[in-house]
């Protein structure tokens, strides 16, 4: 979920049907200008071309009203000067060109109407740029994502720096769609099956793809370094070539040619003519879209109807149609809870602790198991000088093995170079003794889960590590202070759970306990945010955060089955529900030796709270030697090569053993609410309890570690927009039937008899 981006707000315009209109009496408005506001961008004269610089303040430059005001206030200079013959738009920064739009402002949106005018002022900004008279250059470096790239595709000709430069739309990823143009411009520029893939997924292309399908006009290449970094070199020499480009188009001497690239490009468009294919071809997509989605996601549908419109009425009903689709998905609460996410993931790429006073240079990894490696991966391409260790030369083989196939699968993907993909793997030091720990930063441990192994393993290695290391501890369940009560040194020690496969989730869950010091709490997040996670810091507790609130709900699962439901009618109403995987699957991927570890674990901690399934299910399948996925069968079967997963009737035989009497509660609505109920209510234990700092890194962890219905925002968003009240009154009646493993904490009771919300709007 990561780079999402949406068109910002501005101050709403009232109706503007054209640029004339725009120039007149919407211009006072726009040009009502303090010297501040045009910070954020300068104009530089340079041989008749107006370069327009962006470089507002922080990391990137992001599309909102500070910029749009320079941006008509400079167009309305370049259209009137006769020593301008044409423009450049460049970014100061070299990794981003507009990362985007500040979506802050979206969120103070009452209704459709007002969305809907948003996106129409964004339309007509973009269309007075592409209008212009005189050629204007759009010079990509870096990200240029959302807002960034409608602008870049208003501008006449577009230049984008190879490896540099990725180009997107994810607005769907917000529950939008691209409001300023994008559904219209995109479909001119690479087609219909282009944008629609490009709308549909908001997945982020690279320049050199981006030239072959007519995104970009013109690539640039790389320079090294010289009396400069290469990254500056790079960005001056972009700008010598938009310089001259624009010249060029102005003088003539330069033609942009555009079409369709290829034959069956050309083929494509001239069937789109017929409404017989568009229907072929739009079908198609909706019936992919509601596969991927379940249909629980609106954006997805409206993108399109939007572009289907503009294919068949025009771009001038297109650009209607778009508008007025922008403003109803903002007002829904899949979009506000997707919205939502994406700023909590903001706050949780900070680091709250501020800086380590000795950040972390050298990293030792305890055990080359799938975490370990995983930890170790994460953990070479991001410049850490890592020192594998393991019990026995296979189990190190085994973990190398997975490095490099994570490596060669990175390069072959082109996210890096094989050069690059070679220096990352010499970051990597595989060893089976303490010797080269002497240097160790800090050590994470990702052993067995047993206390008494963990003990074993930080008494030993603190016999090698420096008085400074931290050690963290891998651990998904085992509480961090029972674990540091093996340390010589608990101020140093922090837990960091990682999740599996831990180069693909975005999850970090750092744990720390009341000795835990601030540095190394500091240090933990500092390294988490470098491999590139999403980090939320809880309190110590048996099962923290994550595990904690997942261990109920699959409880919840283990009783369904056993009341006979078929586990593939589970798994299907959990994924409508919104979950990305059912959760029969989910119990098979996480391992039911491990999950049966964990449930005993969490059992004896919790009592009837964490009950509902009598997990002599789960231990009796795992004695039978059903793992899950891992062991090729668990309570499905997994075959290589085979997409089919047919029910493991060995595991029917043994839910059929500890057969349950349904209580009254199995509709469809009943059976997934009644999973999803005792997933929030332990949610809403965790901020009672004080594990949770806040309901924002809640909703962050359970969506991004464990999957929770994104489009709902998390638990606690799912609490506010579903009704605290409604939901009590729910579990009060499954607590008749069921027991008191559905009876509701004190704080959603709380929340239920004020009325009040987690998130105040």
């Known amino acids: 979920m990561a780079s999402l981006r949406a068109f910002s707000a501005f101050s709403r315009c009232r109706s503007i049907l054209s640029s004339q209109h725009l120039q007149g009496a919407c211009a006072q408005r726009w040009l009502s200008l303090t010297p501040s506001k045009l910070a954020a961008m300068e104009l530089v004269k340079k041989d008749g071309v107006a370069v327009l610089y962006m470089d507002q303040p ?17 167009m309305a200079e370049i259209e009137t000067s006769p020593d301008i013959k044409a423009a450049v738009l460049i970014s100061k920064k070299p990794g981003c060109f507009i990362a985007g739009a500040d979506i802050t402002m979206l969120d103070k949106v009452k209704t459709a109407a007002d969305g809907a005018a948003i996106s129409a002022e964004g339309q007509q900004i973009m269309d007075r740029i592409e209008k212009s008279p005189k050629p204007i250059v759009a010079a990509i470096m870096g990200s240029c994502l959302g807002g960034g790239l409608e602008v870049a595709m ?57 030239k072959k399908m007519g995104l970009v006009d013109q690539l640039v290449d790389p320079i090294g370094p010289g009396l400069t970094d290469g990254e500056s070199r790079t960005l001056e020499y972009l700008e010598e070539i938009a310089v001259k480009t624009a010249k060029n188009l102005a003088s003539g001497d330069l033609k942009v040619q555009r079409g369709p690239k290829s034959t069956m490009d050309k083929i494509m468009q001239s069937a789109l003519q017929y409404d017989f294919v568009k229907n072929f071809v739009f079908n198609k997509a909706k019936e992919q879209v509601m596969k991927q989605t379940n249909g629980v996601y609106p954006a997805p549908l409206k993108i399109l109807d939007v572009i289907r419109t503009g294919l068949d009425k025009g771009i001038k009903e297109g650009l209607k149609a778009e508008a007025q689709g922008f403003g109803e998905l903002l007002l829904t609460p899949e979009s506000a809870g997707l919205r939502g ?21 050298t990293l030792g990894i305890l055990g080359a198991g799938l975490m370990g490696a995983g930890i170790a991966q994460v953990s070479i391409d991001k410049g850490y000088r890592t020192i594998l260790k393991d019990m026995s030369d296979a189990g190190l083989a085994r973990g190398i093995d997975q490095i490099q196939k994570g490596v060669d699968t990175a390069v072959k993907r082109k996210k890096y ?3 690059t993909g070679e220096l990352n793997m010499s970051n990597l030091e595989a060893t089976l003794s303490y010797d080269c720990f002497k240097n160790v930063d800090m050590v994470i441990e990702a052993v067995f889960e047993d206390i008494d192994i963990k003990h074993r393993v930080i008494k030993e290695v603190e016999k090698y590590i420096p008085e400074h290391c931290i050690f963290a501890s891998n651990t998904s369940a085992l509480p961090i202070t029972k674990i540091a009560e093996g340390s010589s040194r608990p101020e140093q020690v922090v837990g960091m759970h990682y999740f599996s496969p831990v180069d693909k989730m975005q999850l970090l869950e750092i744990i720390t306990t009341d000795k835990t010091s601030k540095e190394a709490a500091a240090a933990a997040v500092q390294v988490g945010l470098k491999q590139g996670k999403v980090v939320i810091v809880v309190k110590d507790g048996p099962g923290f955060y994550t595990t904690r609130i997942l261990a109920p709900m699959l409880a919840e699962i283990i009783r369904v089955l056993q009341e006979g ?12 529900a919104g979950f990305p995987v059912g959760g029969v699957t989910l119990a098979d991927e996480v391992g039911l030796d491990v999950g049966a570890h964990i449930a005993t674990f969490l059992g004896k901690e919790f009592g009837t709270r964490a009950g509902g399934g009598d997990f002599r299910v789960m231990q009796e399948i795992v004695d039978a030697g059903y793992h899950g996925r891992k062991s090729g069968k668990g309570f499905f079967v997994y075959e290589k090569g085979s997409s089919d997963r047919p029910v493991n009737t060995a595991a029917e035989d043994i839910l059929k053993k500890y057969h349950l009497e349904p209580r009254g509660y199995q509709s469809d609505e009943d059976i997934i609410l009644r999973c999803l109920s005792r997933f929030i209510n332990e949610s809403v234990y965790c901020l009672q309890d004080g594990i949770l700092a806040s309901p924002l890194e809640g909703d962050v962890g359970a969506v991004f570690g464990l999957g929770f219905p994104p489009f709902s925002g998390g638990p606690f968003r799912y609490v506010d927009n579903y009704g605290a009240d409604k939901l009590v009154a729910k579990m009060q009646q499954y607590a008749a039937a069921y027991g008191a493993e559905f009876d509701p904490c004190q704080l959603l009771l709380d929340q239920a008899k004020s009325g009040a919300k987690f998130y105040k709007k």
């Open 58 to 74: 922080g990391k990137v430059n992001v599309l909102n009203e500070e910029i749009i005001d320079s941006v008509v206030k400079y």
């Open 565 to 576: 439901e078929d586990p593939k009618k589970v798994d299907k109403l959990c994924k409508k």
């Open 341 to 361: 996410l994406f700023h909590g993931q903001t706050e949780c790429k900070k680091n709250k602790f501020g800086n380590p006073a000795k950040p972390p240079k």
């Open 417 to 419: 170079s094989r050069f």
């Open 154 to 210: 208003a501008c006449h000709y577009r230049l984008a720096v190879k490896e540099k430069s990725g180009l997107g739309l994810p607005e769907v990823m917000l529950g939008l769609l691209p409001g300023s143009g994008g559904t219209q411009r995109t479909r001119n520029l690479v087609g219909v099956p282009g944008a629609l893939d490009m709308a549909l997924t908001g997945k982020t292309i690279k320049a050199d793809k981006a």
